[in-house]
């Protein structure tokens, strides 16, 4: 059993999140009970030490060695903008450069965070999966963030709009990573309903543990479904083969992964080794071993960029689990079963402390005192099923995901995952990603806002083809299969979502930031016959760590741009007739192509009327940056 003082007192972070003038959020988790200092160090030489006691830092014990803080420290005098501001956690009198020497660049003695006056440029990008082939996306950011000399060379914020983990895709060596992590840090065990096994302890030794954890689920006819289409992975033949054979079961489980995606620390407190394995699976777990270990190996640019740069969040479907709520049917099955319903609750839960916490805090408050009951003192190392039940149920119900920075131009985030417009022909059918009184609110905030940035992690404006894919699987009943979930699957979310851009009375400028598609693109939207009409643009940067099949994007990338040319009547067919859609051109493209497909990082320049001005992709891979081009009139 590990000792306290045997580990080291930071195991990740500091993240920061939501930074204004007079209000700080920053993120981390330590082994230990920590005196804390904020120490601020402004222009002329000024220092600021701040004391983190309860009133500005709030602590979750997620286990034995293991305390997730968020500090939230609010200013009676406003910090300066436009320059850059070093900072320092003291943790028992030890600084930054001391205990996390690699969240430093070459010759500084402090992490350090730029407060813009206005969003003149940001960073963004979705689906980061740490065994994917590809490089680390982040470290595109990190290179740049190197070469930014002056702090007007530095992005405004961090976007990352979904899937900051895969919950439900994990390789072999990190399900493995993640048991001894929670062995070693003695994270809380838990008990388990409608499961082969009948606590967290026992999952973790089980035979089915690595690579069969669909077999975990009781051998009724019932279950069935269940298996099929949440625990047993659903095959993609169109898009992606999807594994659902290592999903994340327990909350445990969910905080180790965010600890080993987020800090390159906690890496160095294990040994895993193999478990007993088939010779198919020990192929397969060797092979993976090598994209983990080359994840491993970019962490500490990664954990670089997160202590640099305010960073905000928005789930994806993966952070929780792959289709998370795609239809009503999909949710009367995974919520009907205590099993796949503690599943989804338990990712909700860790990416409320890991991800939504930094968001915005005001709204967790509830939550945040039912988690500490849980979590404080927890029998026999063991979270009380009664307490922990009730917990899940309230998150999910929650509601206010969502969030507004009050930003030049404004951020509206949007949570298309918890807010669904339901099918009202058939189960079957995908829900609408917004639902009526969502879509209400989002015209509201933007008829306050005459330019804004808007976050939806799918994007509004997709390729038509795909789109079009999507709809003939989603009519034989098999949305599954092919992830049918765009803005244009629901007739009345995509009828709303249009009127809202159409409607006379939101003139501006309007850029859409997604991902979740493993490609990118840009579309400048248009509405026609209106001079006067607001502009949108739809940039789309997808993924940090993940990528589509290059030869089949080929392929959906010329078919799409010969079946809906601007001439083609197939045109008349589609939801944005009454738009019109001009893609950008990718600088470094072949001829003709619009789609780019590149593992790496977007970032978007504004004009002063929150237009963007440049557009790039920056690819992991090292090639030159790709500049997105207006096509010529």
Known sequence: MPQPDTLPAVLAGPLLRRLEPQRLNIWLVTSRAVQLTLRLQLPRDETLDIPLDATHCQVIPVGRHAFIHLVDVALSNPLPQDVAIGYDLLTDGTGIAEWATHLLYADAHLPTFV?????????????????????????????????????????????????????????????????????????????????VVD???SLYGHRASYYHRADLLPALDSNETLRERFFGGVKKPIFTSSTADNHLVTFAEVVAMYLLVWSPT???????????????????????QVQIERFRDGLPGAARVLAHLSTLMIFDDHDITDDWNLSAQWEETAYGHPFSK???????????LCQGWGNQPDVFGDLLKQTQALTAQPHN?????????????ALLKFQQWHYVLPTSPALVVLDTRTRRWRSEFTLKQPSGLLDWEALCELQQALLDHPSAIIVSPAPVFGVKLIETVQKVFSWCGYPLLVDAENWMAHRGAAQVILNIFRHSRTPGNYVILSGDVHYSFVYQVLIRHRNGGPRLWQITSSGIK?????????????????????RSPLNWFTRRRTMQVVPHIPEHAEAGERLWNSAGIGQVFFNA?????????????????????????
């Open 546 to 566: 993940n990528q589509f099949p290059p030869r089949l994007l080929e392929w959906f990338d010329r078919l799409n741009r010969w079946l809906y040319s601007p």
């Open 199 to 201: 606590d967290s302890a």
């Open 115 to 195: 407060l813009h006056s206005r969003i003149h440029q940001l960073v963004h990008g979705s689906c980061r999966k740490p065994h994917h082939s590809t490089d680390e996306g982040l470290l595109c950011i990190d290179r740049l963030l190197a070469e930014a000399h002056t702090p007007a060379q530095r992005p405004a914020l961090l976007m990352m709009s979904g899937d900051q983990i895969y919950a439900d895709d994990v390789a072999g060596p990190m399900l493995r990573a993640i048991h001894a992590l929670i062995a070693r840090l003695e994270l809380f065990d838990e008990y388990l309903e409608g499961a």
């Open 609 to 633: 009327q929150g237009q963007p001005e440049a557009i790039y992709q920056h690819n992991a891979d090292g090639k030159p940056r790709t500049r997105m081009v207006e096509p010529p009139l």
């Open 342 to 352: 503690r599943i989804i609750g338990n990712a909700l839960l860790a990416y409320l």
């Open 381 to 393: 190392n063991h979270l009380q099923a009664a307490a922990q039940d009730d917990l899940l149920q």
């Open 266 to 288: 906690p890496w160095t407190l294990i040994s895993p080794h193999a478990p007993q394995l088939s010779a198919e699976e020990q192929r397969r777990y060797a092979g993976e």
